[in-house]
């Protein structure tokens, strides 16, 4: 079974552009996470999703970041425009409903310049 | 305001002795609480979980204590192997929002 697929894995850009990362969830599990992850921070939560309603996005930046996730499927985390300090790992996450055990992808490592 | 937190970044321990990693936590309402390993260039992968209603969890090598009284768990991993060496965080579940810890550092040296 293939698990929690993320692209890209490294994204280089400069600050004030826009970067967008893509989450493909295990296959069934309904609730969907993106977390971001400072170095040498443990996760820190951004919005879960619920299908396809964003059950919680009480942490998410919202003059900045938007995310969406079509079809209860793949999700997309987008950032415009970046700034400095959005340099982190953000992983994307996945388990059933109600379920205690996430699945987390490689991440995708960003460096805004 | 840090609920989970890990105040050992970093731990070393020869290959076959027990590794001991510890987390305190601030809430005493979480459900869950559970144990992930993090690889470089890698997301975490879940590692063991304990229900709040229970003191001990046990799997093969690894089992996670909690003192609910003192607010605190651990991580015991017997034998230690030099794979095991990697980032360990505990997380607290209450509801359906995961807290993360800042992570442990685990070195086992050969």
């Known amino acids: 079974e293939a698990g929690v697929v993320q692209s890209p894995r490294y994204k280089i850009i400069e600050k004030k552009q826009p970067v967008a990362f893509w989450c493909n969830p295990i296959s069934g599990h309904n609730t969907l996470y993106w977390y971001r992850q400072n170095l040498g921070q443990g996760p820190e939560l951004l919005i879960r999703?619920?299908?396809?309603?964003?059950?919680?996005d009480s942490q998410l930046p919202k003059d900045r970041f938007s995310a969406e996730r079509l079809k209860g499927v793949d999700s997309t985390l987008k950032i415009q425009p970046a700034e400095l300090g959005d340099s982190a790992v953000y992983l994307c996450?996945?388990?059933?409903?109600?379920?205690?055990?996430?699945?987390f992808g490689p991440g995708t490592r960003l460096t805004v310049t | 305001d840090q609920q989970v937190k890990q105040n050992s970044p970093s731990l070393s321990v020869q290959e076959g002795r027990i590794s001991i990693l510890n987390c305190d936590y601030t809430n005493s309402m979480f459900d869950y609480f559970l144990w992930y390993k993090k690889y470089p260039a890698e997301g975490p992968t879940f590692l063991i979980s304990i229900s709040s209603i229970k003191d001990k969890n046990e799997d093969g090598r690894f089992t996670v204590f909690l003192n609910k009284s003192a607010k605190h768990l651990s991580l015991h991993i017997v034998p230690s192997q030099p794979g095991d060496s990697a980032v360990y965080f505990c997380?607290?579940?209450?509801?359906?929002?995961?807290?993360f810890g800042t992570g442990t550092s685990l070195t086992v040296i050969p």
């Open positions: 999703y619920e299908n396809e309603e964003a059950v919680d």
């Open positions: 997380a607290a579940l209450f509801g359906n929002q995961f807290y």
């Open positions: 996450a996945s388990s059933l409903v109600g379920g205690v055990e996430q699945y």
